[in-house]
């Protein structure tokens, strides 16, 4: 029987707006063990203002997004306990190698590819993000909030959002929404996704795509066939940069609560893995960017749930692209 002292303290140690109501309710096997070894809800409160770096108006026609970020010595993140860098907490709910279902097919032009790829991991990241931004019954406020994240960090890194050529500091819920917004106008637009690619389907079998390289001359480019412009790389490294700033967010801000504390750290372990494979396959986001990260990418390359072959990239794999495929699939 819960005494009266015992509910103080349950409710001193749960964060009051960070946890969506239903939280608790779930994933019953991780409450059991919850007073020893499993993380223990760290309230993530901000010591700084929220209005700190408030800028509430005048943002909202950003015209691009800041490629810089920059280190915020003010965070409180040096006191926290990154339980998601422990293996033990880095479990997958899926098994199997998602090389797989990355690697691309034989006689599908590598634009056409990257682009379906750049949509399937959209599609999973909004899935994650949509935890975030699950109201709060008891606050009405998202999980993620101007309070509870006032800048977009990722442990001591802030990512900042470029407005008339000048880095802003924006809090994070902003930064989440209009990196969403700005990857699917990007998906969106005919140009840089073309969706009538009629005049390029005939040169699918002929040109397989697989031997562009990203570096290769202007004569030549990814997607070239399938009628993508000639920045359409780099407009997919552009967005998956992005995305893997939300990632690094939802787990440096996130994991505990409300991942953890619902059971869905494994899901987003396995939606993270499948982004980092895709990422390092098709060289996709430099190495550097993934640094807050990079303790989990790590493990996970120790197992090889990212396995060696996706580290070695896409264009290792010429001439014979397809043996990566076929011995991923025996997994
Ligand atoms: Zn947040």
């Given at each position: 029987?819960?005494?009266?002292f015992q ?5 001193l140690t749960s964060?009051?707006?960070h ?9 019953s ?5 919850n ?5 223990r ?26 490629s ?6 003010a965070?409180?993140?040096?006191d926290?306990?990154?339980y998601?860098?422990?293996e ?12 797989t279902?990355?690697a ?5 032009e ?7 790829q ?10 994650m993000?949509?935890?975030i931004?699950?109201?709060n ?7 993620c ?30 930064f989440i929404?209009r990196v969403?917004?700005?990857i699917?106008s ?24 697989n031997?562009?390289?990203p ?11 399938s009628?993508?412009?000639?920045t359409?790389?780099k ?30 750290h ?16 098709y060289k ?5 960017e ?12 120790k ?20 043996t ?8």
């Amino acid at each position: 029987m819960a005494t009266f002292f015992q509910s103080v303290v349950r409710l001193l140690t749960s964060p009051p707006c960070h946890t969506s109501r239903q939280g608790f309710g779930r994933g019953s096997n991780k409450n059991n063990n919850n007073n020893n070894n499993s993380p223990r809800v760290n309230n993530g409160a901000p010591t700084q203002s929220p209005t700190a770096y408030s800028h509430s108006s005048g943002l909202m026609n950003s015209p691009s997004i800041s490629s810089t970020l920059s280190v915020d010595s003010a965070t409180n993140d040096n006191d926290s306990v990154k339980y998601f860098f422990q293996e033990k907490y880095a479990p997958l709910n899926v098994k199997g190698n998602f090389l797989t279902l990355c690697a691309c097919p034989k006689n599908v032009e590598l634009g056409e590819w990257l682009a379906h790829q750049i949509v399937e991991q959209n599609r999973l990241l909004h899935g994650m993000l949509q935890v975030i931004q699950e109201i709060n019954g008891l606050t009405g406020l998202p999980i993620c909030n101007e309070h509870t994240c006032p800048t977009m960090s990722a442990g001591r890194l802030t990512y900042t959002w470029l407005v008339d050529g000048r880095a802003a500091r924006i809090s994070a819920p902003k930064f989440i929404n209009r990196v969403e917004k700005w990857i699917v106008s990007k998906i969106h637009d005919p140009v840089m996704f073309p969706t009538e690619s009629t005049s390029g389907m005939s040169q699918l079998i002929t040109n397989g795509g697989n031997s562009t390289s990203p570096n290769d001359p202007a004569q030549d480019w990814i997607g070239k066939a399938s009628g993508f412009p000639q920045t359409f790389y780099k407009d997919c490294q552009g967005i998956m940069k992005q995305m893997f700033r939300c990632y690094a967010h939802l787990y440096h801000g996130h994991w505990e609560n409300p991942f953890f504390h619902i059971n869905k750290h494994e899901v987003l372990n396995m939606c993270f893995v499948h982004f980092v494979t895709v990422a390092k396959y098709y060289k996709l986001v430099a190495d550097k960017e993934m640094e807050p990260m990079q303790p989990l990418i790590d493990i996970y390359v120790k197992q090889e749930k990212i396995p060696p072959e996706a580290l070695a990239g896409h264009w290792a794999q010429q001439p014979s692209t397809s043996t990566t495929a076929s011995t991923a699939s025996s997994n």
